[in-house]
């Protein structure tokens, strides 16, 4: 069955980088669009980043564009995201989620991981 | 950007009533919309894609419609697993751009 499982967060200070990690099992990978989504504390949810099948275009809310980067390793599975310049308002969980179909929706999610960036 | 306009924020239902939820977003989006169902502390759920089509697995008391700029989550016979928030998010920008509504929550009457 597919799964996606997420690591990586953790508690950071601001300024300081994070890389988180989804990694990717029962589908075939390298076939599959794949996103970052967040939700802060309490919040809605907010599409953060994706990146094409191979790797080779990748696309950022403008909330992070310029201080993280998505990327992939089709060869291992798993998803990156790079956080850097990290703000108190990048507090949030951290889903990956993949994107399927001709309307683009995203059917598996993995259980997210917490980023907390604190003082 | 497209913004997605959800309402209502909230709403109390009982058991057995029937639910719906809107959205609308700022520019057209042709069908490209779809609804996920968040539980606290769980993932999103995707439930319906491209405005009307049934994710499988998802229970048949669950569709969405289109009228024009609004799309409609219906909820035809309210369950107790069935109390979480609602997102619409909209999938129709290229490049990749996508949003979200801010989100409805519905509670126990």
């Known amino acids: 069955q597919v799964q996606l499982v997420e690591s990586g967060g953790g508690v950071v200070q601001p300024g300081k980088s994070l890389r988180l990690s989804c990694a990717a099992s029962?589908?075939?990978?390298?076939?599959?669009?794949m996103q970052w989504v967040r939700q802060a504390p309490g919040k809605g949810l907010e599409w953060v980043a994706a990146?094409?099948?191979?790797?080779?275009?990748?696309y950022y809310a403008d909330s992070v564009k310029g201080r993280f980067t998505i990327s992939r390793d089709n060869a291992k599975n798993t998803l990156y995201l790079q956080t850097n310049s990290l703000r108190d308002d990048d507090t949030a969980v951290y889903y990956c989620?993949?994107?399927?179909?001709?309307?683009?929706?995203?059917?598996?999610w993995g259980q997210g991981t917490l980023v907390t960036v604190s003082s | 950007d497209i913004q997605m306009t959800q309402s209502p924020s909230s709403l109390s239902a009982s058991v057995g009533d029937r639910v719906t939820i809107t959205c609308r977003a700022s520019?057209?989006?042709?069908?490209?919309l779809n609804w996920y169902q968040q539980k606290p502390g769980k993932a999103p759920k995707l439930l319906i894609f491209?405005?009307?089509s049934l994710q499988s697995g998802v229970p048949s008391r669950f569709s969405g419609s289109r009228s024009g700029p609004d799309f409609t989550l219906t909820i035809s016979s309210l369950q107790p697993e069935d109390f979480a928030t609602y997102y619409c998010?909209?999938?129709?920008?290229?490049?990749?751009?996508?949003?979200f509504g801010q989100g409805t929550k519905v509670e126990i009457k």
């Open positions: 998010q909209q999938s129709y920008t290229d490049p990749p751009e996508w949003t």
């Open positions: 520019q057209s989006i042709s069908s490209y």
């Open positions: 491209a405005s009307s």
């Open positions: 029962g589908f075939s990978f390298s076939s599959y669009f």
């Open positions: 989620a993949r994107e399927a179909g001709a309307s683009n929706y995203f059917d598996y």
């Open positions: 990146v094409s099948y191979d790797g080779d275009k990748k």
